[in-house]
Structure formats: structure tokens, C-alpha cells
């Protein structure tokens, strides 16, 4: 088990390493942050001037291990917009963003498993079609579609939600501002969690649909209905028990996607989390905080993943076997 650990850290740390390369060479191409911070009045030679005191004139392999220096440490440079650290930034802006995919993953949850259930076990009910035939629209259509049909429909149309922001907010602890804790703040959740749950969650009914119906052709779930079990029983304690491990792989890495995901819905519903504060960041040229974000979002993916292996690894013996050979 010490060597399966080891192996996935290793993994996960190469994965890490790449990550920062990947995010260095985009750096390179993005624009002149000099030029945005200095504007048009600045001359050539104290803008050149500016560029030796921020380092962007050394070769890429300097920069990239002085990054790569700092960032063990935890520091990820500083934003040349906000003139302030860039894991500060982040971090001041993530309380927004994990509160809209804490929000999906709960919807997700609450209809994902009830719906791929149901489609497994009448998979030629009417309602499995329709649920089937609804999770291939789901996810043939772009988010930011999603996101601006529900605006239209529940915001211009019928005046029910709100269309923008995070609406009114109150202290969870310093560092943290919350929308769950008062009404206002759940209704402006509700529009853009419900189209960020338009991408993942038919991804989920169709998984636990195909598990559930290869578990309930299983010799031990025939058996336990001949014991005569109760119905609820023989589907929630010995057949969708079973269908759990592939689900919490999947969630896992899902879980990574979500984030990435926000960009766009972010940008639709003016939610002012890292995923609009990557879009700023972008316009301005400020390839400092791009790269702590693209590092930042990269560690998160890969530490739930990470995290996900080992779990899976410790419940299901047959992994590390399999990972020996």
C-alpha cells in the first residue's frame, strides 16, 4: 500500500510540474503586461526599464524555476493589476466559487441518483425516456446557452430570479462572504448552479444507470430477491451500494471539471469568482495571475484526484494488485 501511495504522489507531482510549463508557455504569449500597467504616457526605455524589474526579460527556464522556487513555498507571484500577492487574489475570489459548485454537486446528487436508479430498474418507462432523451439535450447544449435561456426565461420572462451577482452577502468567517445564509443570496444561486448542473448531471444519470442495471443481472442481487428482500432494500443496500466506486471515481475527477466549468457561467451571470477574475486577467494581460490561477486550479484537480485514487485503492485491493503488474 506504501508503494501504491507513493506512486500516485509522484504521479500527481509530475501532473503538477506539467501543469506549471503548460502554464508558463501560455504566459509567454498572452500580451505585454507592461503595457497595461503603464498605459500609453510611459516611455520605451522606462517601460523596458519596468520589464528587468519584474523578471519578464530573463529566459523562460529562469523564470519558470523561480516560479517553480517561490511556489513550493506557497507564493505564487503577485498580480501585476492588483499589485498584490496572486494566491491572495485567488483566494479572496474562491469563496464564490466553491460555493456555486458545492451548490450544483448537492443538485446533482439529489436527482442523479433517484433518476439513474428509476432508468435502471423501467428502463422502457416513459419517464426513463424522458430522462434519457433530456440528459442528451443537457449535454449537447454549450453552458452559456443554458445559462441565458434560464435568464430569459426566469429573469426577463417571468421576473422570478435575479439575473446577475451574488446578491446580499454576510460574513461566514474573515476571508469568507456567503450568499448561503441569507434569501436574497439563494436566489441569485439558483440560476447559475441549475446551468452548471446542466453539464455534469447527465453525466451521472447515464453512469449510475449503466452500473445499477449491470449490478441488478448479478447472481447475489437475483439471490437476494429470491431471500425475498423488500424491494428498497435489495436496490439502495446491495445494488446501488455496488455502483458507489465508479461514481466516486468519476465525481472525483468531475469535480475538477466543475471548476473549469465556472468560467463561462461565471461570465453569464456576473459571478465574481476565480473563474471571471481568470477572464479579467486575460483582458489585462496579466499573465502573473494567470499562471498562479492555471497552478492553483491544476493543484486542486489533481489533489481531488489524488485523493479519489487512494480511497479507491484502500476500499478495492484489487487496484494496487493490478497497478503492481
Known amino acids: 500500500m506504501f508503494a501504491f501511495i507513493i506512486r500516485r504522489i509522484s504521479q500527481a507531482v509530475l501532473v503538477m510540474l506539467?501543469?506549471?510549463?503548460?502554464?508558463?508557455?501560455?504566459?509567454?504569449?498572452?500580451?505585454?503586461?507592461?503595457?497595461?500597467?503603464?498605459?500609453?504616457?510611459?516611455?520605451?526605455?522606462e517601460r523596458e526599464q519596468l520589464r528587468d524589474q519584474l523578471g519578464l526579460n530573463d529566459p523562460f527556464p529562469v523564470q519558470w524555476a523561480r516560479f517553480l522556487g517561490k511556489a513550493v513555498q506557497g507564493d505564487l507571484g503577485n498580480s501585476f493589476y492588483f499589485k498584490r500577492?496572486?494566491?491572495e487574489v485567488i483566494l479572496s475570489k474562491a469563496p464564490a466559487t466553491l460555493e456555486l459548485v458545492l451548490a450544483t454537486s448537492i443538485i446533482i446528487v439529489l436527482l442523479s441518483v433517484p433518476m439513474g436508479i428509476y432508468a435502471a430498474v423501467k428502463p422502457k418507462s416513459w419517464l426513463?425516456?424522458?430522462?434519457?432523451?433530456?440528459?442528451?439535450?443537457?449535454?449537447?447544449?454549450?453552458v452559456f446557452l443554458t445559462a441565458i435561456l434560464l435568464i430569459y426565461i426566469f429573469s426577463v420572462g417571468l421576473?422570478?430570479?435575479p439575473s446577475y451577482g451574488r446578491g446580499q452577502l454576510v460574513t461566514l468567517f474573515p476571508g469568507w462572504d456567503t450568499g448561503f445564509l441569507t434569501k436574497d443570496g439563494l436566489l441569485h444561486l439558483v440560476m447559475p448552479s441549475l446551468a452548471l448542473t446542466s453539464i455534469m448531471l447527465p453525466l451521472f444519470i447515464r453512469l449510475i444507470r449503466a452500473e445499477m442495471k449491470e449490478v441488478l443481472e448479478s447472481e447475489y442481487i437475483k439471490?437476494?430477491?429470491?431471500?425475498?428482500?423488500?424491494?428498497?432494500?435489495?436496490?439502495?443496500?446491495?445494488?446501488?451500494?455496488?455502483?458507489?466506486?465508479p461514481v466516486i471515481t468519476v465525481g472525483g475527477?468531475?469535480?475538477?471539471?466543475?471548476?473549469?466549468?465556472?468560467?463561462?457561467t461565471e461570465t453569464v451571470f456576473q459571478w465574481k469568482g476565480m473563474g471571471s477574475m481568470f477572464i479579467e486577467a486575460v483582458e489585462r494581460a496579466d499573465s502573473s495571475l494567470?499562471?498562479?490561477?492555471?497552478?492553483?486550479?491544476?493543484?486542486?484537480?489533481?489533489?481531488?484526484?489524488t485523493v479519489v485514487d487512494l480511497i479507491y485503492g484502500l476500499v478495492n485491493p484489487m487496484v494496487r494488485v493490478a497497478g503492481r503488474k
Open 85 to 87: 500577492p496572486a494566491l
Open 18 to 45: 506539467v501543469i506549471s510549463v503548460i502554464g508558463f508557455a501560455i504566459k509567454q504569449n498572452v500580451g505585454d503586461p507592461v503595457r497595461e500597467i503603464t498605459g500609453i504616457s510611459v516611455s520605451a526605455a
Open 159 to 161: 421576473g422570478w430570479l
Open 253 to 264: 475527477v468531475q469535480l475538477g471539471t466543475m471548476i473549469a466549468f465556472t468560467i463561462l
Open 290 to 305: 494567470m499562471v498562479a490561477y492555471l497552478v492553483f486550479v491544476g493543484f486542486v484537480f489533481v489533489t481531488v484526484n
Open 128 to 142: 426513463s425516456r424522458l430522462f434519457m432523451g433530456a440528459s442528451i439535450v443537457g449535454v449537447s447544449i454549450p
Open 223 to 245: 439471490f437476494a430477491i429470491a431471500k425475498g428482500l423488500r424491494p428498497w432494500r435489495v436496490l439502495l443496500v446491495h445494488g446501488f451500494k455496488n455502483t458507489l466506486m
